[in-house]
């Protein structure tokens, strides 16, 4: 079997064209989105680049706010503070990594839940436990339209999470759980992975480590969605799934780059216009 690939960059359009529409219909009000940076990281500087492109095409005003480095958390905090109470600032994002001695946490639960447009607030988080939530977590999202998208009643299927990052592998788990798959979630107290994810109908990994799955570890026809981002040997961009031996095994598989990872950026823009009252 030969994979279908699950074209992100694909659903990401499709996606932006539906925000447009709903962009639109906010009228002339300012939809303005706030990424805040602390010092300047090549890795961030590449989300930035994407989103700003994004959101440009979509209709929301980004601004970009590089705080120097060396500021702390308390001046982070403060900051946020600040676009808290800007009428205006629809959605505020804190780009990662922060520098060590802030705690991401911290400064997430600081940023108002309403304004909160990458869902990870405590209280976002808590949300998708009710099933619908209003601004959920960008990436779980992205897995989620993804596997959607591929039309396959998702009622029963053997889904396995592999990776139980409170950011990515739970909410994936959560969310994939409502649809009433029956959900095993792997992390590094797992015996033996493989005897899960050979089981799996649908397969999820987001660990951050190169190659963690090959294709001998997947079941034939499954769908596959590879959340993993990392620098490969000759340093191109790889996923956590070996691409050459799963493409041959799985039904469905998501490329890296070009899969989680656009579909995400569309996710935070879906996000900051509900946050600006849109219903989409
Ligand atoms: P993380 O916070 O480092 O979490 C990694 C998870 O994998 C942890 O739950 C860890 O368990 C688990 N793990 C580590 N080694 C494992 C193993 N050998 N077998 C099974 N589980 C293992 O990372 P994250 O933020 O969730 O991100 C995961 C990956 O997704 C990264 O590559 C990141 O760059 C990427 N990512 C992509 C997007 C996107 O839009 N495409 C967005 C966010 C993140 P323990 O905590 O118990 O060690």
């Known amino acids: 079997m030969t994979a279908q690939l699950l074209d992100g960059k694909q659903l990401a359009q499709d996606l932006r064209r539906q925000l447009r529409v709903a962009r639109q219909a906010l009228g002339s009000r300012p939809v303005r989105l706030v990424s805040v940076e602390v010092g300047q990281n090549p890795a961030a500087d590449v989300y930035v680049r994407n989103q700003l492109r994004a ?96 039309g396959i009643d998702l009622r029963g299927a053997e889904t396995v999470v592999v990776g139980h990052s409170e950011i990515v592998g739970k909410p994936i788990a959560v969310l994939l759980l409502h649809h009433l798959s029956t959900v095993t979630v792997c992390h590094v107290g797992t015996r033996r992975l493989i005897d899960h994810t050979r089981r799996a109908d649908i397969l999820v990994v987001a660990v951050g480590k190169a190659g963690l799955v090959h294709g001998d570890m997947v079941k034939p026809g499954a769908i596959v969605v590879d959340v993993g981002i990392n620098q490969g040997a000759d340093g191109r961009i790889v996923g956590d799934v070996h691409f050459a031996s799963t493409v041959e095994v799985a039904g469905f598989l998501t490329p890296v780059p070009g899969g989680v990872g656009p579909v995400t950026v569309a996710m935070l823009l879906r996000n900051t216009l509900r946050a600006a009252g849109a219903t989409v």
Do not use: F, W
């Not at 979509?58 to 308390?74: F, K, R």
């Not at 982070?76 to 676009?83: D, K, P, Q, S, T």
């Not at 994002?93 to 911290?106: M, N, S, T, Y």
């Open 55 to 150: 959101a440009g095409e979509v209709g929301i005003e980004m601004e970009v706010s590089n705080l120097p480095l060396g500021t702390d958390e308390a001046q982070l905090v403060r900051a946020i503070e600040v676009l808290n109470e800007r009428p205006e600032v629809a959605g505020v994002i804190v780009q990662r990594p922060l520098p060590p001695g802030i705690d991401p946490r911290v400064v997430q639960s600081a940023i108002a839940p309403h304004k909160d447009v990458e869902g990870m607030h405590p209280a976002n988080m808590g949300a998708i436990l009710y099933r619908e939530p209003l601004l959920p977590p960008c990436t779980a999202a992205a897995a989620q339209h993804l596997i959607v998208s591929t």
